[in-house]
């Protein structure tokens, strides 16, 4: 008769075990994720976010590497044709290559993708802008200027890439939610709330 009881007990507790994975797993699907110290250093220098700056490289210059989505500082998109470089002296020499044959106005660089004709004025070399933290800082800066006080992040966001905002910036500000949710460990319908209490005093 004691059989019966060990065997019930081990059951017992490999339910309980499975029960208490799941419960684990679950929390991990929904854990926040610390943008690294670049973005905490440039997103407090700009008194912005750092889960903003960094969802934003995140849609901007992303791949995937290890099954994650990780920012790509050596990218370019040049006539809305994505171009990611091993180096960057590589990235540099596909700049100047591009800066040739295509409008400047069409052509975005770095982690944070600044546009080379429109941001003309924050930068000394095209090439500058594909050094990580001269990157950050610009877009960090662009996010600050777009954002208003009081106002929800996200709208930011979406003047970050078309500042007359319109469905272009509805359809980017949608995009990078998505992102912000994964980095704030929410939902997607709380990023924006989120965003906002990570500013509020």
Same mark, same amino acid.
């Given at each position: 008769m004691a059989a019966p009881a060990v065997?019930?007990?081990?059951?017992?507790?490999?339910?309980r075990a499975l029960v208490l994975a799941a419960g %684990?797993? !679950?929390? *991990?699907?929904?854990?926040?994720? @610390?943008?690294p110290p670049a973005y905490q250093l440039a997103a407090q220098r700009a008194g912005i976010p750092s889960t903003? %700056?960094? !969802?934003? *490289?995140?849609?901007?210059?992303? @791949?995937?590497?290890?099954?994650?989505?990780?920012p790509w500082p050596w990218s370019l998109n040049v006539a809305g044709q994505s171009h990611r470089f091993a180096t960057r002296?590589?990235?540099?020499?596909?700049?100047?290559?591009?800066m040739h044959s295509t409008p400047h106005t069409r052509i975005d660089a770095g982690l944070g993708q600044i546009n080379l004709g429109y941001h003309q004025?924050?930068?000394?070399?095209?090439?500058?802008?594909?050094?990580?933290?001269?990157?950050?800082?610009?877009?960090?800066?662009?996010?600050?200027?777009?954002?208003t006080s009081g106002e929800d992040w996200l709208l930011a966001i979406g003047r970050y890439h078309r500042p007359a905002g319109g469905e272009p910036a509805a359809r980017y500000r949608r995009s990078v939610s998505r992102h912000l949710a994964r980095v704030q460990g929410t939902r997607p319908t709380a990023a924006?709330?989120?965003?906002h209490q990570e500013t509020s005093p």
């Open positions: 065997a019930a007990t081990s059951v017992s507790q490999c339910l %684990l797993c !679950a929390c *991990a699907a929904h854990a926040q994720e @610390i943008p903003v %700056l960094y !969802a934003v *490289a995140l849609q901007e210059s992303g @791949i995937r590497r290890n099954g994650r989505i990780v002296a590589d990235a540099c020499a596909g700049l100047q290559q591009a004025q924050r930068y000394a070399s095209p090439c500058d802008l594909l050094n990580p933290y001269s990157n950050l800082a610009i877009a960090a800066e662009i996010l600050k200027e777009q954002h924006a709330l989120a965003a």
